[in-house]
């Protein structure tokens, strides 16, 4: 984690050749250049098509127009290799109980990059206070509700920010629709968590941490459940585990590609 003003460092776009004397295909004609504790950094090579948008122009912007809004809010930021970025907003005073004690609250991340391996992106998912790992939202209402937005260009992003009112004004109108679905998998209870477990991680072909993950399993059942597992406590002891960095060196899209998996898959079977 850092804060907002580790990815306002100054960037810009120069041209390959002229930067550092060689020859570059139009593929690579221009250069993306950070300046990050005074020291030039080479974050991308890119073709004229790559339009530059500094991270100034957006976190910034996202958390003005949610204080514009008067919308109660926290945030976290993140940045991998100086050239990804993901903010995440949690709604405050959205909260939803899934069972006494089991809290999950709205969330948005945003998503850029300027080396392009990050598509500009608003996701909108839960955040979950016990184990405070991210969720997403089930397959079918981000498909019945286009909750993502996506965007390219400077024009396109701007758009975007008019977008995340609008959206997030749904999301939280349908949050307790689309809780539903969780509050179903805490109470499909799972006799044999082990067995379920092991039948979960290799339908998402998740090869490692199965004990660490029936450790926390365990331990929010007895918590929060009295003892008793379901198919609920599976998804986030899976979820847990794809989400903390220390397991898991992927970049959040591609856990949350793996997440989709594990949550489509637990609500199917």
Not at 72 to 96: G, H, L, V
Not at 193 to 214: F, H, S, W
Request: aromatic share 10%.
């Amino acid at each position: 984690m850092t804060n907002l003003n580790d990815l306002l460092f100054d960037v810009k776009m120069v041209d390959f050749q002229e930067q550092f004397g060689i020859p570059a295909n139009s593929d690579y004609k221009n250069a993306i250049i950070g300046t990050i504790d005074g020291q030039e950094k080479l974050l991308n090579a890119c073709s004229d098509y790559y339009e530059l948008i500094p991270n100034s122009q957006i976190f910034p912007q996202i958390n003005q127009n949610l204080n514009n809004a008067n919308i109660n809010y926290s945030a976290s930021y993140k940045s991998i290799n100086d050239a990804r970025f993901y903010a995440d907003y949690i709604i405050e005073d959205r909260a939803i109980q899934i069972s006494k004690g089991d809290v999950i609250k709205p969330r948005i991340q945003i998503r850029h990059s300027y080396n392009g391996l990050t598509k500009y992106s608003i996701v909108f998912g839960y955040f979950r206070l016990i184990c405070t790992n991210g969720l997403v939202i089930p397959v079918e209402s981000e498909n019945k509700f286009n909750l993502n937005i996506t965007g390219k260009h400077t024009k396109s992003i701007n758009e975007s920010f008019d977008k995340l009112l609008i959206n997030l004004n749904i999301f939280t109108n349908e949050a307790q629709n689309i809780a539903k679905t969780f509050k179903v998998l805490a109470e499909k209870k799972v006799l044999n968590p082990e067995e379920r477990l092991t039948e979960v991680m290799n339908q998402a072909n998740i090869k490692k941490g199965q004990d660490l993950i029936l450790n926390t399993i365990r331990k929010e059942s007895a918590q929060l459940y009295g003892g008793t597992v379901n198919d609920w406590l599976i998804y986030n002891g899976i979820n847990e585990y794809i989400n903390n960095d220390q397991n898991n060196k992927k970049a959040p899209e591609a856990r949350e590609a793996i997440d989709q998996k594990v949550l489509s898959f637990i609500m199917a079977s």
